[in-house]
């Protein structure tokens, strides 16, 4: 794992700039952008300088970003809980703005949209302009600004598809959520208060996030301490579990027969000892699932990744992006943005997340 | 574990007998029935007299059988593969008759109804008479005969839960149903093709019942042995998966995103050398789950237990009683019955199902 100090990794950047293997000058441009140098320190975050094809191939288009949203796997990243793709690279998952240029088959996008791009499986979103397959950009609707659009695609579909396409959520039911001040569990709330209704909301946060959690629909807000022993064991039809690790034994006895635990992180990797870096995808494989009382409880495991749904089905993914959409339109979802920060403190902003200060989304903006 | 042999075990059920706690001989009745005495031989099961109580308590109906209904259950029960109780004991979740006694505080239930019996947390269901707690009793309709209401409860509700509270089926989709000559296999076979219709159900079985499940509304048969080269990986939604143990995996490699795999049994604990007879219980335990599957495929795995779901959640096992007669009166399931036996061969239906020779339902007879 490279953990380069600043000097060092600021040549290393310019050599591997200069050395790039696109041999024609013209073909390539310098975008300012978040670039991952190293893992494990918040330092390794540089704003820089970092080459982009000039002409987008047939699939794809070119965005002017104006608006960037910030997920916890940014902070995955970071740590180095996750390591998809060599360092050095540019961080993100989503980028709001304008399309600037449309590969020669594209056809459902054109210069002037606004879109929201989420490419899960790429990263590359944190920059002043990029390059993405027309699958992953999603138009905004004219009623619905940027800004508001780039908190509704990887929080919103994550909530949308734990309730909807695996939970079968109906009005009557219990539903707990960790983490409901953060992105995910702030959307999930609003789909079971406002948009199910009727449904009985328990929710996870820090005891200050409390009031928060409880203005946006949980009706019954508790610590990650203290939930358990508050929360019957058969109380709930719905788990979201962020958490992941020995929690999710925790969140299967809480459930209701035919209740489901939707599994859609393991937070619990993300340590404060930087020694110490437990990586996410064997976190995953090792959860204990307690297979026995799956089956003497009538209970279920679900696990969620919306990269792979996004490249595997992608039809199914723009449903739901456009319900989203709409939900927003009806003013039955409203998110709620956090901060903004600037392009250049993106290292801030990540590091907002993993000390989970934040209540909602965490944006960044492109000056 | 008792493997008494067949002199020894007769007289010790004798003494047993005689010994009984209940003091008052007026208070015990003898009742034919088939008793278990020790495991892993057809032996040890006996069709002798064996003690009921003359009274039944206040939420309990006597009933006087005329068919039972034979589940793998019983198999692993004789084999040793699930040991829940001390033998001897009485063997049998499932039979039906016409009530003769009702407890003083039972409103439901009346003399001279016809009734199916479920007990599948206490078994003691093979025999001429027996006492059951009112709630395990459903009341059969006017136009469904006493033998056919026998073939329905296990069965077609272990199908029904699997599709329906599970698995949310939906016209368009595919299933694979394993052992779909099975009892449960035959049930959701109907429910998928009939009931739901426009689905695509892949079943497996031996090469000789092939064209029996295709006549039940197959479309596609396998046999276990070539059943994973046919089927593409992602191409199914729902698994009913009764095999257990490492086809848990192979189940899971299956799903389309936000399928589910519903474990309805662990058959591969049924051994043909009765030297490592494999514990239900520990097999589920640790049944391989690929926990990282789930997540970046988007699938889950949900496990089922009717025992638990009638225990804990009458009202909701009841309303499905219901639903499945409904279905029947309708024509819309027709349960196929494959042989009857008398309440005397009892064993050589067990080993019937056990040898895995049944099209559809193994029923017994009080003579």
């Given at each position: ?50 080459p982009l094809m000039a002409k987008c191939a047939e699939h794809e288009v070119r965005v002017a970003v ?105 009005s009557g039911q219990t539903v707990l959520i960790h983490s409901a001040a953060g992105g995910v569990g ?182």
């Amino acid at each position: 794992m490279a953990t380069l100090d600043n000097k060092s990794a600021t040549a290393e950047i310019s050599e591997l700039i200069s050395s790039t293997s696109i041999s024609k000058v013209e073909d390539v441009l310098k975008v300012r952008s978040v670039v991952l140098t190293g893992n494990g320190s918040y330092d390794l975050i540089k704003v820089i300088e970092w080459p982009l094809m000039a002409k987008c191939a047939e699939h794809e288009v070119r965005v002017a970003v104006e608006f960037c949203g910030v997920n916890f796997a940014d902070v995955y990243h970071m740590k180095g809980n996750v390591l998809q793709w060599p360092v050095p690279y540019v961080l993100g998952l989503e980028s709001a703005g304008k399309v600037t240029q449309v590969g020669s088959a594209v056809r459902n996008l054109h210069v002037g949209d606004r879109v929201v791009c989420y490419c899960p499986n790429e990263a590359g979103m944190f920059r002043e302009s990029v390059v993405v397959p027309s699958t992953h950009c999603f138009v905004i609707p004219g009623d619905i600004c940027t800004k508001v659009a780039c908190t509704l695609i990887a929080n919103y579909l994550s909530a949308y598809f734990a309730f909807f396409s695996f939970g079968n959520l109906r009005s009557g039911q219990t539903v707990l959520i960790h983490s409901a001040a953060g992105g995910v569990g702030w959307a999930a709330t609003q789909l079971a208060a406002s948009v199910v209704g009727n449904v009985r909301v328990l929710g996870t946060a820090s005891e200050n996030k409390h009031h928060d959690i409880v203005t946006n629909g949980v009706t019954e807000a508790f610590t990650y301490e203290n939930y358990s022993t508050h929360i019957l064991d058969a109380e709930v039809d719905i788990v979201i579990d962020n958490i992941g690790g020995d929690n999710v034994k925790k969140s299967v006895d809480l459930l209701k027969p035919f209740g489901r635990v939707i599994l859609t992180g393991v937070n619990c990797v993300v340590q404060e000892d930087e020694s110490k870096v437990a990586k996410a995808f064997e976190s995953i494989a090792s959860s204990v699932v307690p297979m026995q009382e799956l089956v003497m409880g009538n209970k279920s495991v679900c696990g969620l990744h919306l990269g792979t749904l996004l490249r595997d089905n992608p039809k199914t993914f723009h449903t739901a992006v456009e319900q989203i959409f709409s939900l927003c339109q009806q003013g039955l979802i409203e998110p709620r943005i956090h901060a903004v920060f600037p392009l250049s403190k993106a290292s801030e902003a990540i590091k907002l997340l993993a000390e989970r200060k934040n209540i909602g989304k965490v944006l960044l903006k492109v000056e």
